[in-house]
């Protein structure tokens, strides 16, 4: 696979003649961008003609050819277009999606048979490095240095629940000059549908696997490249797509001693822990875009953290455990009696909030959930986690009754600065242990992780 000039983290423009696909013949000059503030499209000219102006266009297909030989699909566009005091036509557009290498005529046909996903820290992950250095000293000096690449075996398999198989690569460049030699290797992770699907298929599976890398690494990841194929042909061309991702500043590198998981811990069973994440999405979806909306809002007030990380804790424990006082078939009973012992004469509204009261009331509270989810942790990482378990329990529970009721009797004991960053932190960890051992990690790799762990080791000091 060659490298590619752009990433999803570049600032770049094209400029060439554009068209909708229905009308070929009417093509308009103008320049495309791309950057963090998305993709916009300037026209020195216009689609529609005299009557156009003024009134805001959606163009599902724009079509485009650069000064440079590349075909371009932009998707899903906005905009309008006016008339400068001269009494030439201009247009600006804002597209959603942005695709280099291919015309599609419609939405329809954006059918791919691969996608190729490169990620900061994807490398660092990997652990192994295919570039390997050497050299020999003579008086101190260096006599001769050594490079060497050697592509990695590539990692196999099948993900069942998506139908799909997947498989690692590499991507290598270099570059020289006469006082200057270059090498650089990026890492893909590829995955492949037994069929070929639409484009919303491969970004459903894209968003799903930078969320269990940044699970993993313990930093948010955003996709580099994204890049798709229509057939696995060896010549078949391959297309990049350009999107907005909201990315928020990305570190450099981060070290895989810094990871919670690295490849090289569950190489041996990848394809089931791949398997299960893309399975129990379906069960466990409000829990992961509570925990990630976190991850990926780094800015989020420490309060609002926690609230979110009690809410996904209490959605878990409800998806797994279920955690009901009366089964399925004793409920509707004990229900139907607690509703007719309402009093009558009550304000219609007051019984309505009532009756809404007691269809939730077979559920745990959020307090017996914790304490459930807490003992059934492992001794060694309980011993981790807290050794006051009752009194952790009753500060968030106490500081989520505040925060969201504004009680008066729990304001003493809402939690703030260093206690609230403490706890905030112990309930991401607990997330993270729950969705790792949903995944078939043991647990004491999980354990000896997080206490290994640089940014987490001064909770447990």
């Avoid at 420490?302 to 409920?331: C, I, M, N, Q």
């Avoid at 019984?351 to 939730?360: E, F, G």
Wanted: proline letters at 5%; one cysteine or more.
């Amino acid at each position: 696979m060659a490298t590619v000039k752009h990433t999803l983290f570049d600032s770049f423009s094209y400029t060439g003649e554009w068209w909708l696909p229905e009308k070929p013949e009417d093509k308009v000059s103008g320049e495309v961008s791309f950057s963090e503030e998305g993709i916009k499209l300037k026209l020195v000219g216009s689609f529609y003609g005299p009557g156009g102006f003024g009134t805001m266009r959606k163009e599902d297909i724009i079509l485009g050819f650069t000064t440079d030989g590349k075909k371009i699909t932009l998707v899903d566009s906005f905009g309008g277009q006016s008339v400068s005091f001269p009494g030439m036509a201009a247009a600006n557009m804002t597209s959603n999606r942005l695709f280099i290498g291919e015309w599609f005529s419609s939405e329809d046909e954006l059918l791919f048979s691969s996608m190729s996903l490169n990620c900061p820290y994807l490398e660092e992950w990997l652990v192994v490095n295919p570039i390997t250095t050497g050299y020999d000293l003579e008086e101190q000096a260096i006599k001769e240095f050594r490079a060497k690449y050697a592509p990695l075996e590539p990692l196999e398999g099948r993900i069942e629940n998506i139908d799909a198989s997947f498989r690692t690569g590499c991507a290598f460049s270099t570059k020289s000059d006469a006082r200057m030699l270059s090498w650089e290797y990026a890492s893909f992770f590829k995955f492949i549908p037994d069929s070929i699907q639409p484009f919303s298929w491969h970004m459903d599976v894209y968003s799903d696997f930078t969320n269990l890398l940044t699970l993993f690494i313990g930093e948010p990841v955003y996709a580099r490249q994204v890049r798709l194929r229509k057939a696995e042909e060896p010549n078949d061309d391959i297309i990049d797509v350009f999107f907005r991702q909201g990315a928020e500043a990305t570190r450099e590198s981060v070290h895989p001693h810094d990871m919670l998981v690295t490849l090289p811990q569950i190489r041996d069973n990848l394809a089931d822990v791949l398997d299960a994440w893309f399975a129990k999405k379906e069960v466990l979806e409000p829990v992961y875009n509570l925990f990630f909306a976190v991850d990926y809002s780094p800015r989020m007030y420490l309060d609002v953290k926690l609230l979110f990380y009690a809410h996904a804790l209490e959605s878990f424990h409800r998806e797994v455990e279920k955690g009901y006082y009366y089964g399925e078939e004793e409920w509707p009973s004990v229900q139907d009696d607690l509703n007719s012992r309402i009093p009558n004469g009550l304000p219609e509204d007051f019984r309505a909030r009532l009756v809404s009261q007691i269809k939730y009331a077979n559920e745990y509270s959020l307090r017996k959930r914790l304490y459930e989810i807490y003992d059934s942790l492992g001794e060694d990482l309980k011993r981790l986690f807290t050794d006051e378990p009752e009194a952790f329990i009753e500060s968030v529970v106490k500081t989520r009754n505040y925060l969201v009721h504004h009680s008066p009797e729990d304001k003493a004991f809402v939690l703030r600065r260093r206690p609230l960053h403490v706890a905030v932190q112990k309930l991401k960890i607990l997330i993270i242990f729950l969705l790792l051992k949903e995944l078939g990690i043991d647990e004491s790799l999980i354990t000896t992780s997080v206490s290994n762990n640089r940014y987490y080791s001064d909770l447990f000091s």
